[in-house]
């Protein structure tokens, strides 16, 4: 067994990165992410690699750009303000199918908002985010260990589908410490990067990086074919946690930090004689809509958690789609919803739902 | 016979997309000549603007990556820190480079990165059809500056090189006009320069190509030819800014 270290989320984030082959950073200070360059800047020179501080998240994003389409292992990191400003290269990163990887401890808004944990950023993060018909991967770890385990094969699943993937904490898992082990992911054959730009070398045709298709039927094909890749990692990629839900009438979902706290509500109303379970996304997208829709067969109810004022609560009420009342309990701003009061909605749901 | 002429061999031999009298093909040519001249095209990577070379990598026989509209400093960044042995051109307007991407061209510059940027100065947009440019001439008018571009209004034109020479990291600056054979002849050395500048590893370096739009300038293209010399030669003047070797020349 590899041994296990005791790491800072951002720092354990920035190490998985360099064990799986990213070679070079771009990125611009924001808290609360700050120790994510500062560990790259370090490492990145130890193993032959690059850190580089832009002038801002707009040029950090598309230098990630060009260092992607030269088909190397690249990655950037940010907080929700920057990486609003970062929407714009993440879209033509979409568009020219580039693979990079994205890290982004979200903080509280809108606006310049605060430095505080939050989780409201999910919209932005999952349908889109940038203009234009796109998605990218997005993975929401709930503990350094799983954030580490995610960015291990996040490289290897962005050169598949050939889009950006995301990590999306916040600042309690960028801040926390754990013990963590760096374990190989399962082995995956990446296809060649054959669309590389490092020169027309020894007679080979000129290779182009590019988003613009002028032609409306080009681009609708253009589209359809990133479209087509993401619906395979529909097929392949989905990940969520299910606790307890074989049996439960009330079922929380929540991702991140906030299904940490949930695993204890569910673990105190349990004690308390209810039949409480979870469902943790950890693809945030491709989201379980199957997996959730597989248990409102038998939940009487679902209370979505998050650190936003109802965002995530959307996808489960389209996964549920109308076979159990979808409740919402939600904090915002950096505050972090507290077990009790959790706890409180999921008694107020029982006697209104289960016990009726 | 002897052959005095043949397209460079960087170039596809295909017709171009640009307006009849517009100079970026004379630039695309000289951008095509020196590679051809330093044997570099297999090195070669440029990055294309958002503007009417949005499709130079249409032209070019080398590989390609299209910018998004100002950051193709940040782009050209990525891929020379990535493939240190590439030899990276960016190609650029006034509107991308100038007002957009004024940001990233500044301190792609002042890191001293080891690009080369092609930097068209029309004085308009033209890609957009005549909007205003930073660097649209007192009195010259534009789409959005119908009555003539005003100093009290929205400021005087930004002279680019200058400001850029104050750069310890910029290398190489020139400006230079793609007007008569003579100043062509001149682009051409000054282009060659750049690229030089960018293969010993000296730092940064720039041309500023003054540049025609005849379109949207309402002008045919000898008439364009002239309004340049008359009316951008004065306010831009053309020479070496900075070279390797001495710092600003004749800044
Ligand atoms: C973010 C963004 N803003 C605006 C535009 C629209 N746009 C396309 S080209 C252009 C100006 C191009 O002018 P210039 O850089 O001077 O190049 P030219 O066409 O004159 O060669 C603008 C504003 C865009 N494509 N993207
Ligand atoms: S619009 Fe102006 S810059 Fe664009 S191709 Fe025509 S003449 Fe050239
Ligand atoms: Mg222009």
Sequence with gaps: MAERKLFKGNEAVAEAAVRAGCRYFFGYPITPQNEIPEYMARRLPEVGGLFLQAESEVAAINMVYGAAGTGARVMTSSSSPGISLKQEGISYIAGAELPCLIVNMVRGGPGLGGIQPAQSDYFQAVKGGGHGDYYTIVYAPASIQEMVDLTMQAFDVAETYRMPVMILGDGVLGQMMEPVEFREPAPREVPAKDWATT?????????????????????????????????????NEVMCEKAKTDDADI?????????????????????????????????????????????????????????????????????????????????????????????????????????? | MKQVYSVPKSLQPRSTHYCPGCTHGIAHKLVAEAIDDLGIRDRAIGVAPVGCAVFAYDYFDCDFQQAAHGRAPAVATGIKRSVPDSVVFSYQGDGDLASIGAAEIVHAAMRGERITVIFVNNAIYGMTGGQMAPTTLVGQKATTAPFGRQKEHC????????????????????????????????????????????????????????????????????????????NMIPYYPLGEFRTPEGGPNNA
């Design chain 1, 199 to 235: 020169g027309a070398k020894d007679g080979r045709a000129p290779r182009l990086i590019n988003s613009i298709y002028l032609q409306p039927e080009a681009l609708f094909k253009h589209n359809l074919k990133i479209a087509e890749r993401f619906e395979q990692a529909k097929k």
């Design chain 1, 251 to 356: 079922v929380l979902v929540a991702y991140g930090t906030t299904a940490r706290i949930c695993r204890s509500v569910m673990d105190r109303a349990r004690a308390a004689g209810l039949k409480v379970g979870l469902i943790r996304p950890i693809t945030v997208s491709p989201f379980p809509y199957d997996e959730i829709g597989e248990v409102a067969r038998t939940a009487k109810a679902f209370l979505t958690v998050e650190m936003s004022l109802g965002q995530m609560v959307e996808d489960v009420k389209v996964a549920v789609s109308g076979a159990a009342p979808v409740h919402f309990y939600g904090t915002t701003g950096g505050v972090i919803p507290t077990a009790a009061e959790i706890l409180e909605r999921v008694e107020e749901i029982a006697r209104a739902e289960v016990r009726k």
């Design chain 2, 155 to 230: 400021g005087s034109p930004l002279r680019v090189s200058e400001m850029l020479a104050t750069i310890p990291g910029a290398a190489y600056v020139a400006r230079v006009a793609l007007s008569s054979p003579g100043n062509v002849a001149k682009a051409k050395t000054a282009i060659r320069k750049a690229f030089e500048t960018q293969l010993a590893g000296e730092g940064f370096s720039l041309v500023e190509c003054l540049s025609t739009c005849p379109t949207n300038w309402g002008m045919g293209p000898y008439e364009a030819m002239s309004w340049l010399e008359e």
